[in-house]
């Protein structure tokens, strides 16, 4: 596609349950990155994606947080037994792969909002 | 543990006067540092790119440039117009990964 594409661009949802944020990366971008953006705060790094691979996911603050990326391309992040501090925008980014030399693009952003 | 500090956290000027936003990070073994803009409710445009090995970069009214050994870099903006106004965000690189994002400067820029 022509840019990063994120679904959906507002949730709300109430909190215990589950919610699935999805994210389309520009076509042939192998690496992908989850973040998250607080109310007043600057970017949370949550999850980074090389390929179908997770080189680093130590920004996950919590077991309730998972992501998935299947066939180099789509990614999922779950969030299960939503809570109000999970209230947020997470944005998705992605790059040709080795940051050195590449731009990386951002996604609208899903805001989430749990109640 | 990479930290990257934007000062000043607001920032509120009349059209047409230059400004300088700054950025200071901990760890200067970087490979990159990027500016981007924030439009609110929007995602982040990149502005400007600057490699390890470079002192500065410009984009028609914005030059940024960077002191890898001291750990700054700053973003100057000149002949401020109102469509300047966002956050503007600095984030810093390894070779691989993630990038490393400072809390933002909130740029207004009134008529």
């Known amino acids: 596609g022509a840019g990063v594409s994120q679904s959906p661009s507002n949730k709300v949802t109430e909190k215990g349950k589950d919610v699935e944020l999805r994210c389309d990366p520009i076509?042939?971008?192998?690496?992908l990155y989850w973040y998250r953006q607080s109310l007043g705060q600057g970017l949370e790094f949550l999850i980074y994606f090389q390929g179908n691979s997770a080189p680093d996911k130590s920004g996950l603050p919590s077991d309730r947080f998972s992501a998935e990326r299947t066939g180099g391309s789509v990614s999922t992040l779950t969030i299960q037994r939503t809570q109000q501090e999970d209230s947020a925008v997470y944005l998705c980014?992605?790059?040709?792969?080795?940051?050195?030399?590449?731009?990386?693009?951002f996604g609208q952003g899903t805001r989430l909002t749990v109640v | 543990k990479q930290e990257v500090t934007q000062i000043p956290a607001a920032l509120s000027v009349p059209e047409g006067e230059n400004l300088v936003l700054n950025c200071s990070f901990t760890?200067?073994?970087?490979?990159?540092l990027r500016w981007f803009r924030q439009d609110p409710g929007k995602g982040l445009t990149s502005l400007l790119l600057?490699?390890?090995?470079?002192r500065e970069q410009t984009s028609g009214r914005l030059n940024a440039s960077l002191d890898k050994s001291s750990g700054r870099s700053t973003l100057y903006i000149a002949a401020s117009q109102p469509g300047d106004s966002a956050t503007y965000l600095c984030?810093?690189?390894?070779?691989?990964?993630?990038?490393?994002f400072g809390q933002g400067t909130i740029l207004t820029v009134h008529p």
């Open positions: 980014a992605s790059s040709t792969g080795q940051i050195l030399n590449t731009e990386a693009f």
């Open positions: 600057i490699q390890s090995s470079q």
């Open positions: 984030a810093v690189g390894p070779q691989y990964g993630k990038l490393t």
């Open positions: 076509s042939g971008h192998t690496a």
């Open positions: 760890d200067s073994a970087i490979y990159n």
